[in-house]
């Protein structure tokens, strides 16, 4: 008995190990991600039910590291919040997608891109310049982009994100509030912020044409969104009865599987080229 419990107890500790090896290893390794050129950008189309347009599309980061293959932003956004590289990474996203958008707008495409932002990107005093400099680079309207940040992010250090958000604001950036439905915040509080959309969270989305409840949940927010004069969208729909369902509540635009995953740009371009409205 005694001798089972410490083999298990001793099992535990080494899968922790492992576990805070690879976190090392990771937090390590990003510091040269950038620099290596590991890093790429896959884009997600959001559909407005209403036009059958897909004017927008989502920046979504991945990181194919050199011998741990894929890992996935749930896994390295944290740790590099947590390590403060964080910084380094949004950088880089942001010169890359206006870098992408002056490529598009060349080519013809007049797609916008959303990027999602961290905590300490939002308290960043030299966001708004920065993003200046990169809009007159690249010959871009500030309205290209938008910014997804969580009630959460947010809330970390109100008075500097409102800070910079007003500033982007002022610029002619648009935000959204991802991930909404998780947080402790309320609407009310969220109103005091300069946000043009709501994000609703997928889990309420998800099983949207099954649960009855989620569906009471999503209506309401919409209803309560708009009454607000806020856009609302829908992550994480993933069957055609959702989408129907959503753009009967009057939901401004879908995003999720049903409609697309996320793709390497060229890919998305070919998908664009070939899309019919459903
Ligand atoms: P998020 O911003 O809420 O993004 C939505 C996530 O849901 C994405 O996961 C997307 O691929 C996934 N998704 C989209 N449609 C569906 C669907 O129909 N069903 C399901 N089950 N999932 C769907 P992903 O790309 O793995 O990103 C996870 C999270 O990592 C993001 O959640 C965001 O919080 C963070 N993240 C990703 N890229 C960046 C970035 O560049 N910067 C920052 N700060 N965070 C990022
Ligand atoms: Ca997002
Ligand atoms: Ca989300
Ligand atoms: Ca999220």
């Not at 407005?48 to 996935?72: D, I, S």
């Not at 010959?139 to 994100?161: G, I, N």
Request: charged share 20%; proline share 3%; aromatic share 6%.
């Amino acid at each position: 008995m005694a001798l089972r419990h410490r083999h298990s107890h001793q099992r535990y500790v080494e899968g922790q190990d492992e576990q805070h090896l690879r976190q090392l290893t990771l937090i390590r390794d990003l510091q040269d991600a950038v620099a290596n050129g590991e890093l790429w950008v896959a884009y997600q189309p959001k559909l407005a039910p209403r036009t059958g347009a897909v004017m927008q599309c989502e920046a979504l980061m991945r990181w194919n590291h050199p011998t741990l293959g894929f890992v996935p932003p749930d896994e390295f956004i944290g740790l590099a919040e947590r390590s403060g590289s964080i910084g380094m990474l949004s950088q880089w996203l942001l010169e890359h997608v206006c870098t992408q958008l002056d490529t598009w707008q060349q080519q013809g495409y007049r797609l916008s891109i959303a990027v999602n932002l961290s905590a300490s990107d939002v308290i960043d005093h030299h966001l708004a310049h920065h993003l200046t400099q990169l809009f007159e680079r690249h010959h871009l309207a500030p309205d290209k982009l938008s910014v997804e940040v969580t009630e959460s992010a947010v809330m970390q250090d109100v008075d500097a994100a409102m800070n910079t958000l007003m500033e982007l604001h002022r610029l002619g950036i648009r935000l959204a509030i991802d991930d909404y439905g998780t947080g402790y915040s309320s609407l009310a509080q969220i109103r005091r912020l300069p946000v043009k959309e709501l994000k609703i969270d997928k889990s309420f989305i998800q099983a949207i044409d099954t649960q009855e409840d989620d569906l009471t949940i999503v209506r309401s927010t919409i209803e309560m969104g708009h009454s607000l004069g806020l856009e609302v969208v829908a992550e994480g729909v993933e069957n055609r009865a959702s989408a129907e369902l959503l753009s009967t509540l009057g939901c401004d635009y879908l995003q999720g599987y049903w409609l697309a995953k996320p793709m390497a740009s060229e890919q998305l371009i070919a998908w664009l080229d070939s899309f019919e409205s459903p």
